[in-house]
């Protein structure tokens, strides 16, 4: 029932790896979005796809790597890990005239 | 470049009093408008928007919002806050439905007895 999904919602790991977050919307919308949310609470946009073709690209390392293998589903890769990848990062998804609707989260925690 | 500004950080109300949040925008059209209110651990979630027409738009939770043009801000309101509501609270806009919303930094609400 879940409209919005993200797995999983903590990961935890230590600097250098390779992690994976994925996300899936049942909502049948055509853009789906990455946000990273700092410690201060601050949203700030990573990614958008618009039917599985990349539309937005932030100032963000290239360690980030987002898929999309169809339109309901947005994963992001993340290589070498850093401290400051530690954050909560929300995937959402959204169509003409909805606004925006957001997973859980997940929380990573880089040690 | 587009902004969202949440003046205040943090603001306190006794459970049962009105509640008012500052959201001001600078876009150079009028922008979609959003709150979302986000629970401790919880996801962000969609209390209300603003797209066009009727200025005073109704949400969930017994929120609303009014959008004033001349003053470029959608200040969120709620006549008697319950302690269910403390949470953060995100202004956001965009250009259109499918565009990336930019978001204000946030507005604690602490709900004491």
């Known amino acids: 029932d879940t409209a919005v999904s993200q797995t999983p919602k903590y990961l935890v790991t230590q600097m250098g790896n390779d992690k994976s977050i994925k996300c899936e919307q049942n909502?049948?919308?055509?853009?789906m979005y990455w946000y990273k949310q700092d410690s201060k609470k601050f949203l700030k946009i990573m990614f958008s796809?618009?039917?599985?073709?990349?539309?937005i690209n932030e100032t963000v390392p290239n360690r980030f790597s987002p898929k999309s293998p169809d339109k309901a589903h947005l994963n992001l890769h993340i290589n070498s890990l850093e401290l400051g990848d530690s954050a909560v990062y929300f995937c959402?998804?959204?169509?003409?005239?909805?606004?925006?609707?957001f997973g859980p989260g997940t929380r990573l925690t880089v040690l | 470049a587009q902004s969202v500004t949440q003046p205040d950080i943090h603001i306190t109300v006794s459970e049962g009093a009105s509640l008012e949040l500052r959201c001001n925008y600078s876009?150079?059209?009028?922008?979609?408008l959003f709150w979302y209110v986000q629970s401790p651990g919880q996801g962000l979630q969609l209390l209300l928007k603003?797209?066009?027409?009727?200025?005073l738009v109704q949400g969930i939770k017994g929120f609303e919002a009014e959008f004033k043009r001349s003053q470029s801000s959608f200040n969120l309101r709620k006549p008697s806050v319950h302690w269910s509501d403390a949470a953060e609270y995100f202004c956001?806009?965009?250009?259109?439905?499918?565009?990336?919303?930019?978001f204000g930094k946030g507005t604690r609400l602490s709900v004491i007895a």
């Open positions: 603003y797209f066009s027409g009727d200025t």
């Open positions: 876009y150079g059209a009028t922008p979609y």
């Open positions: 956001a806009a965009g250009n259109s439905g499918n565009t990336p919303l930019v």
């Open positions: 959402a998804s959204s169509q003409t005239g909805t606004g925006e609707f």
């Open positions: 796809y618009n039917n599985k073709e990349l539309i």
């Open positions: 909502l049948g919308h055509d853009t």
